[in-house]
């Protein structure tokens, strides 16, 4: 049986606009060129490619509800990310998806929410984050917690500044330093420290997790120090290279599971046992 051509395809997409988020991350406002949605749910990603390049997965960093127009946050890393941070707006480039599953929102919905980003992870988060800002009525309480290197890679840095003056958020940051000249005035340590400083009641609480490898046991066993423990309790989405998007070729596979179409987004006793997962 034959894929729809949709699956393996491009759809051409015209940049819209640019804007620097740190030294190394842009955002890129993009918009399909027949003018339609992408159809994604907070937590998809897409597959970019440009001409005489290979493709890569980039999460998409915009809710749904803000219309047809979405937002990715990039890191320059390797020759298509290079490539993609010297594009004018006007150009066209293609993208692929959404593929993978998404924040489980049925789940999430009702009650508080604990939403902690390390590093470039606070992209496919504020996808989330944006959401529930539209829907406030569909949901409880919202912590942010968002770490970061130093004040200098803080990725969204107006953003995080509108959540923090929102009466519908409690957002916190900390970084691992703070330059003597900074004028950074959020915490400076790990994200577990500040994690055990927050007030919140962990009853019928979900806590979503986005980031790096290394920041998700210790800030799984700090979760389950404050209470958060038992099924469908966290929630967190992986970093893999995808490549096909669809669960074809393996190359993102932990164990059993294929992070492209299994996830990107698991719940913790999914994953947990995995080799190499955590």
Known sequence: ?????????????????????TPQEKLFRLQLAD???????????????????????????????RGPVFELGVRRAGRLTSALHQLAPGT???????????????????????????????????????????????????????GARSPDDLMFKDDLAAWQHSDRFDCRTTVDR???????DGDTGLLPELLSRLDFDPTDCRAVLVGPPPMYRPVIAELRRLGLDGDRRIMLSLERQMRCGVGKCGHCSIEHLYCCSDGPVFWLEEVENLRGAL
Do not use: N, W
């Open 1 to 21: 049986m034959t894929a729809p051509a949709s699956l393996y395809a491009p759809r051409p997409c015209r940049l819209l606009e640019t804007s620097d988020l």
């Open 35 to 65: 003018g339609t949605s992408p159809g994604h749910q907070p937590g998809q990603f897409i597959q970019l490619s440009l001409p005489g390049l290979t493709e890569a997965p980039i999460s998409i960093a915009s809710s749904p509800t």
């Open 92 to 146: 066209t480039i293609g993208i692929r998806g959404p593929f993978g599953r998404p924040f489980q929102l049925d789940a999430l919905r009702g009650g508080p929410l604990l939403l902690i980003a390390g590093g470039c992870g606070l992209a496919p988060l504020r996808s989330l984050i944006q959401y529930c800002q539209d829907r406030p009525e569909e949901f409880g309480a919202v912590h942010i917690l968002y």
């Open 178 to 184: 703070t330059p003597a000249a900074s004028c950074y």
